[in-house]
């Protein structure tokens, strides 16, 4: 039996997480469980679990969670410090499923602890970077990376050195717009932009998508998961996503990862690696898909790809100002706020005003991610 947490077991990856989990009855122990508020859907999984812990980051959910624990024997707690303390319990793998920088403080304490990590929450990568690879390499920390393209790039990448590689190209769907014109996007509401063609996903990184800052957070993720060298990090648009990603070697053979668009997928590569396990899904069928396209990513009107490369070549505290900015541009944009072509030019207002020096610590993200988007909602109140 192999024991997991799962932080942000209410969202889409943690429901994923828990679909696979549950498919293989008496094979998982599961030790924590945690989402933000939801204290009746996480109260319900703690239950049907048996989870050891469940807790709520927002203590306002906890008498909730309580009271919808009551009679059992699952510790409920509240609070960021038990949200980390939860982080840091002995399970065999940890997925990170909390949506933005919010994930990043129990994240960096499951990786400090030395666990085997399925990192899909890609804003704690982007954010911390260095800070994070680094606790890495100390703690002895295993990041399996659980977004489909890196999990793509992963597999490609298996028994392959660096120096081999020639580039790794990052596919992208386009997103629900991705044949929209700058006129048509302008006019872009919450209710379009989290309808993604091909992916079921949590409403923030359907934003993302929608604007492709998905794949330029992409990009940063991969700049520090993969370390070929950003120039070697291409992006391309493929429609049907049924390429994840790939990878081109010296010797001209280029490896692609396949497979229909559902994250089970590179989360069940994630649960059993080094071991493969089985999914639910029909096998891919590229007959009736018929043919895979390909066209090249247009950063005149999605400009997030252009201003991530730059936030990635400027490194240092750059990335994490982009994150947390475009965090509260979204926010504004699926509260009905401000327009959806306003979300990457606000980013860019960001980066220019505010240019901190490179973080050292967990601490020192916090704080550069705390100013930022203090900085992002001056700029907003300006606009708005
Ligand atoms: P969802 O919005 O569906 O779920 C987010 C989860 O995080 C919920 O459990 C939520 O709890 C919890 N949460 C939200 N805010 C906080 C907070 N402040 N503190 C603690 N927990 C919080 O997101 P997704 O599952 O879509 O995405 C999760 C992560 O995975 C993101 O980083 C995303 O980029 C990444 N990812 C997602 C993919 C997908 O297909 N969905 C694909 C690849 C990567 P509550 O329910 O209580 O609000």
Redesign the pocket.
Known sequence: MRSVSVL???????ASTLDLIRRQPGQWRVVAL?????AA?LAKLAREFSAEVAVV?DEAALPALREALAGTNIQAAGGEAA?VEAATREADITVA????C??LAPTMAAIEQGRAVAL????ALVAAGSVMTAAVARSGATLLP???EHNAIFQCLAGNSYDNVRSITLTASGGPFRDWTLEQLRTATPAQAVKHPN?S?????SVDSATMFNKGLELIEAHHLFPVGLDKLKIIVHPQSVIHSMVEYRDGSTLAQLGPSD?RVPIASCLAWPQRMETPLAPLDLAAIGELTFRAADEERFPATRICRAAAEAGGAAPAVLNAANEVAVAAFLDGKFPFTRIAVLVEQVLARYAPPSPASLADVMAIDAAARAEACSVLELVT
């Open positions: 942000g077991a209410t969202g889409s990856i943690g945690t989402a933000n508020g939801n859907e980051a949200l499923a909390i949506v933005g919010a994930g899909a929450n890609k804003e659980t977004d489909s992916w996903m949590g409403a923030k990184i994250m």
